[in-house]
């Protein structure tokens, strides 16, 4: 299974860059996983909001493949335990889902026709966090799902 | 109001310490905040677990005045929004609050004391996040819960 893991413009800040490089290290050794920053739209402070999202909608739809299960962060998703959510990802392997795909927006959020037509939402917390570093925190969740399914010490009950 | 975040063990990496340093500074801009990082127990690999949570409660205890209103992160607390969080902390402020205490527990969580005697629980997430990037989250959502109460433009919802 190939996950990958699609965001909205650059990631901003040097420590934030070299820990999503760590957790994207430590993910070689459990599954093929893709990192992608889109980046970020031109002149989009002067494009309405609703018109931004639709635009990197554009963009995030040339990395879906017809067999792709797409997965928005939402904060209006499902939310899962550590535990839980390690089960979720393993349901996908066993089921053949040859593409995992999950999706972060930007500033603003996903598009609402994204988030009425991906397969699944998922929340990682009530809290809302930044769009930048959510990309740090899911990848965290991600190695730290694949080292509970291994039975690894990483992750302390 | 005085805030401080206590911690257990060094913050590992240089990454996360940049990340939790640029908050830390944020957060001088609105409140009275400290991070402290008590230095982790010697031969704590040889201690048992509810032990050493013991002798962490013991380090802890020295930062607490009587005045302390103490509040454990813990996967079994409440879970806030952060808009409700900001609130959370509003209150705090205007009843009068003068030692507002976030602890984070080691690598195996709070001793059940603490758990059993502090004035409130909070979880940041359903999920389990590394007690060392706890730190930088919780950071983010206190700078974020500021910027909601001043209404200003980090937070969109």
New interface residues.
């Given amino acids: 299974m190939k996950v990958k893991l699609i965001t909205i413009g650059k990631t901003n800040?040097?420590?934030?860059i070299?820990?999503i490089k760590?957790y994207q290290n430590r993910l070689t050794h459990y599954t093929s996983f893709e990192f992608i920053e889109i980046p970020d739209i031109k002149n989009k402070g002067n494009i309405p909001i609703e018109k931004l999202k639709e635009a990197e909608l554009t963009e995030i739809e040339k990395y879906l493949d017809k067999d792709s299960f797409v997965i928005c962060l939402d904060?209006n998703g499902k939310?899962?335990?550590?535990e839980d959510?390690s089960t979720f990802i393993e349901k996908k392997m066993v089921s053949g889902t040859k593409h995992l795909i999950f999706v972060v927006g930007g500033?603003?959020?996903i598009s609402d026709y994204l988030l009425n037509h991906c397969n699944d939402k998922i929340a990682?917390?009530?809290?809302?966090?930044?769009h930048q570093?959510v990309r740090?925190?899911f990848m965290?969740?991600l190695y730290?799902s694949f080292t509970i399914l291994k039975n690894e010490k990483y992750?302390?009950?």
Avoid: C, N, P, V
Wanted: net charge negative; hydrophobic share 40%.
């Fill in positions: 800040g040097d420590w934030l070299k820990g760590e904060e939310e899962y335990s550590s959510f500033a603003f959020g990682l917390s009530l809290m809302t966090f930044s570093m740090l925190i965290e969740q730290r992750h302390h009950k």
